[in-house]
């Protein structure tokens, strides 16, 4: 088969296993897939025919879904092998392991387990059988790669595997022992696997954990151990940083709990309950006593007012409610040239949003959010803090005061004007337009 289309393929199938009206053509593609990688690697001998029959190489060789190459249209074996490590291939049994998995995904456990046979997957094929209520088979599985037989002189396959265990044990040994420990709800077996892993599989601590929550009552204290010790493994587990933190909140571990949550939101964003559990950690844990004589009040204010300075306002663009908040601040600051200047911001941001809306598609809520927003400008902008005395930088007044807006009048008919010239034709006789030619008459001391 030729290499680009075998990546090709392959790579459609995965892209495809995500999707739901696809998964099944994307399993049916990669199940092809892998009939074609094994009729091409399979011997050109055809198989023996039954006895008395005439063997027909036409039917007794492997199907194929493409045509077979020529030997013309094919380099010698020798020299394909020359660029065999620059390629990123993959290998017949990767892609077989791959189908199997896909297939247990569709719930299509028995022909999984086939693939899983016949590729020696100890481990998969014991899941399948236990998957299919018939954990003694699974057991039987595991036991045969972890141990020897109970009666050394037998040869049946009817052993119980009750021997000692075997003294080269396969490398994926804590895994098997896993699967032991969760058929036969063992915790012996999850501490062999981490002891045979010499305490790398974070796996049989959290199962272990797991096992001593199901206790009645729940152990919570050995739990929170098992967590801990897979978490020195595996430290971005989000669901064994959840788990331990709700086990630390029963056990009234406050500052471990905060810490705990805190790490899983931090590899989990989104995770509400996280967010959610981390509330009432913290609300227990800050009943400290204090001394409120040593707490200097005016610290945090300065600190939310540098975090509003450098922070929050830069990022505030087109939101007029943000700036009449930003206009209050000012105000509280006692800064009225700058809350002014907001007003002025909030007011640009409104027309500019709303004026296609109110000028040119004739929408009246447009329109009047432009009424209000110039009222709110003049009335609580201009008329406000125009003659106010405009403070200086460092705060302190000028020797010479100036005023914020001795103009402020002039800039509200303007204001005033602009709006009621642009919406004459289609605003002019309506309230909105009663309400501005009132201000403007208010602004111009008529």
Not at 365 to 392: C, F, H, P, Q, S
Request: glycine share 6%; hydrophobic share 40%.
């Amino acid at each position: 088969m030729p290499y680009e289309f075998l990546k090709a393929a392959a790579r459609t199938g995965r892209i495809e296993g995500y999707r739901t009206r696809t998964v099944e053509r994307s399993v049916l593609q990669l199940q092809a897939l892998v009939d074609q990688v094994i009729a091409d690697t399979a011997s050109d001998t055809p198989t023996p025919a039954v006895s008395g029959e005439t063997a027909d190489p036409s039917t007794q060789q492997p199907t194929t879904f493409l045509p077979r190459p020529e030997a013309s249209e094919s380099a010698p074996a020798a020299e394909r092998l020359q660029y065999i490590w620059l390629l990123n291939f993959s290998t017949r049994w990767n892609l077989e392991s791959e189908l199997a998995q896909r297939w247990v995904g569709l719930g299509a456990l028995r022909t999984a387990l086939d693939i899983y046979e016949r590729l020696q997957m100890w481990a998969e094929a014991a899941l399948c059988y236990a998957a299919t209520d018939r954990e003694e088979t699974a057991k039987l599985m595991v036991r045969k790669q972890l141990y020897q037989r109970t009666n050394p002189d037998s040869t049946g396959d009817d052993d119980t595997w009750q021997g000692a265990e075997l003294s080269t044990l396969p490398p994926d040994a804590p895994r098997l022992f896993c699967i032991l420990g969760d058929i036969d709800r063992d915790a012996a077996m999850y501490e062999r696997a981490w002891t045979v892993s010499n305490k790398r599989y974070a796996r049989a601590q959290r199962s272990l954990a797991r096992l001593y929550m199901q206790e009645k009552p729940p152990n919570l204290v050995k739990a929170e151990e098992a967590y801990k010790l897979s978490l020195a493994v595996t430290r971005l587990n989000h669901a064994s940083w959840f788990a331990i933190g709700c086990i630390q909140l029963e056990l009234e571990k406050w500052e471990d709990a905060i810490d705990s949550f805190t790490r899983t939101v931090q590899l989990e964003e989104t995770d509400a309950e996280a967010w959610n559990s981390d509330h009432p950690a913290g609300g227990s844990s800050i009943s400290i006593s204090y001394d409120p004589a040593a707490i200097r009040p005016g610290s945090i204010h300065a600190k939310l007012l540098r975090l509003f300075d450098e922070n929050i306002i830069p990022l505030i663009t087109h939101s007029p409610e943000l700036w009449l908040l930003v206009a209050d601040l000012e105000k509280w600051r006692g800064r009225p040239s700058q809350a002014l200047a907001a007003h002025e911001k909030a007011w640009r941001a409104t027309t500019a949003s709303c004026a296609q809306g109110a000028y040119q598609m004739g929408e009246e809520d447009k329109w009047n959010d432009i009424v209000k927003a110039t009222e709110t400008l003049v009335r609580k902008g201009y008329a406000v803090y125009g003659g106010m005395d405009k403070e200086t930088e460092d705060g302190s007044k000028a020797d010479e005061p100036e005023l914020v807006a001795k103009d402020w009048r002039f800039k509200s008919r303007s204001a005033v004007r602009g709006i009621l010239g642009k919406g004459k034709a289609f605003w002019d006789g309506t309230e909105g337009w009663s309400r501005l030619d009132t201000l403007l008459k208010e602004v111009s001391g008529n």
